[in-house]
Structure formats: C-alpha cells, structure tokens
C-alpha cells in the first residue's frame, strides 16, 4: 500500500511564499510520476504540476508556471512544491497524488490518472 502525507500549507500574503511537502510510503517502485494538484471552494480539483519518478522532467499548469517549483528528494521519498509570488487565487487545498503505471507510462495532468492521494494541505493567500 502506497501513503502520501503533505504538509507545509498556513496562511501568507501576496507576493509571500511557502513550501509544500509529500511524503511518500510502501510500494513506490514501479511509480511513473507525482503530481500536486488543487481544489478552492466550488471548483473542481485541477492539476499544478508534476514530476516524473525519476526526476527527470517536470511539468506544470500555465497559471502557476514560473512561480512554482515541483521537485523531489529520493533520499527522503519527499516530493516538494515551493511556491513564490503567491496570489489569492492560489488559495485551495492542495493535495499530492502517485501516478502508477496503470493507465500508461506517460505523466498525466488529470486527477483519473492518478492511483493514490494524499489527504490534503490548506493554502491560504491574503490580498
């Protein structure tokens, strides 16, 4: 069984930033990517970015490209989000997933694709 547990979330000012972290447990072996995504009240969950198990190649949502930063540390099975220039709209509840090779070995952008999730981590950005 796979166990993905965030922290990092709080409450920031615009322009601040915060970093998120994802801790991962059990079968991890055979996983093709992490990936963050986020859900503010009344809209569904939407992808923020994404990298593959091996490190290598990372992708991200228009919106959010050049201010955030996903990455990962093999040594600690920790993936990281670090997040700059933080705007009320990024507020939500942010949330990482394991995408296993289930579907297909190519990194998803879409929360079907993804096998396990993490119980979430609250993001506040103040105006």
Request: with cysteine; hydrophobic share 30%.
């Amino acid at each position: 069984q796979v166990q993905l547990v965030e922290s990092g979330g709080g409450l920031v000012q615009a322009g601040g930033s915060l970093r998120l972290s994802c801790a991962t447990s059990g079968r991890t072996s055979s996983t093709v990517a992490m990936g963050w995504f986020r859900q503010a009240p009344g809209k569904e969950r939407e992808f923020v970015a994404a990298i593959r198990w091996s490190g290598v190649g990372t992708y991200y949502a228009d919106s959010v490209k050049g201010r955030f930063t996903i990455s990962r540390d093999n040594a600690k099975n920790t993936v990281y989000l670090q997040m700059n220039s933080l705007k009320p709209e990024d507020t939500a509840v942010y949330y990482c997933a394991l995408q296993s090779p289930k579907y297909s070995r190519m990194v998803a952008t879409t929360t079907g694709r993804y096998d396990y999730w993490g119980q979430g981590t609250q993001v506040t950005v103040s105006s």
